[in-house]
Nanobody, 126 residues
Framework: EVQLVESGGGLVQAGGSLRLSCAAS????????IGWFRQAPGKEREGVSC????????YYADSVKGRFTISSDNAKNTVYLQMNSLKPEDTAVYYC???????????????????WGQGTQVTVSS
C-alpha cells in the first residue's frame, strides 16, 4: 500500500522556522519525484517545492525561494521541507505528493502527481 505521511506542522510566530517531513512507503522511492504543495482556505492548491528522483534537481515557487529548502534522505525514504523566515501568508495545509513522471516545468501542477499524503497544518501568527 502506498503511503505518504507528513509531519512537523504546527503553530509558529512570523520569522520562525519549521521542518516538515514526508515519509514514503509502498513504492520505489528512488524512482519518484516528491513535491510539496500547500492549500490555504478558499485558495487553490499550489506547488511549493519539488525534488527529483535523483535528488539533483530542486524547484521552488517564487514566493518561497531563499526561505524554504527541500532535501531528501533516500535511506529513510523521507523528504524534508525546511521552512525559515515564515510569514503569515505561509499559513496553509501542506501536502507532499509523489510522481514517477518526468516533471520539468510541470512540477507545480497537482495533476502531475500520483500519490498524496493527508496533509499537515502550518499556522504562522503575526
Amino acid at each position: 500500500e502506498v503511503q505518504l505521511v507528513e509531519s512537523g506542522g504546527g503553530l509558529v510566530q512570523a520569522g520562525g522556522s519549521l521542518r516538515l517531513s514526508c515519509a514514503a512507503s509502498g513504492f520505489t522511492f528512488d524512482d519518484y519525484a516528491i513535491g510539496w504543495f500547500r492549500q490555504a482556505p478558499g485558495k487553490e492548491r499550489e506547488g511549493v517545492s519539488c525534488i527529483t528522483s535523483s535528488g539533483r534537481r530542486t524547484y521552488y515557487a517564487d514566493s518561497v525561494k531563499g526561505r524554504f529548502t527541500i532535501s531528501s534522505d533516500n535511506a529513510k525514504n523521507t523528504v524534508y521541507l525546511q521552512m525559515n523566515s515564515l510569514k503569515p501568508e505561509d499559513t496553509a495545509v501542506y501536502y507532499c505528493a509523489a510522481t514517477d513522471a518526468v516533471l520539468l516545468r510541470l512540477w507545480p501542477f497537482p495533476n502531475a502527481y500520483n500519490y498524496w499524503g493527508q496533509g499537515t497544518q502550518v499556522t504562522v501568527s503575526s
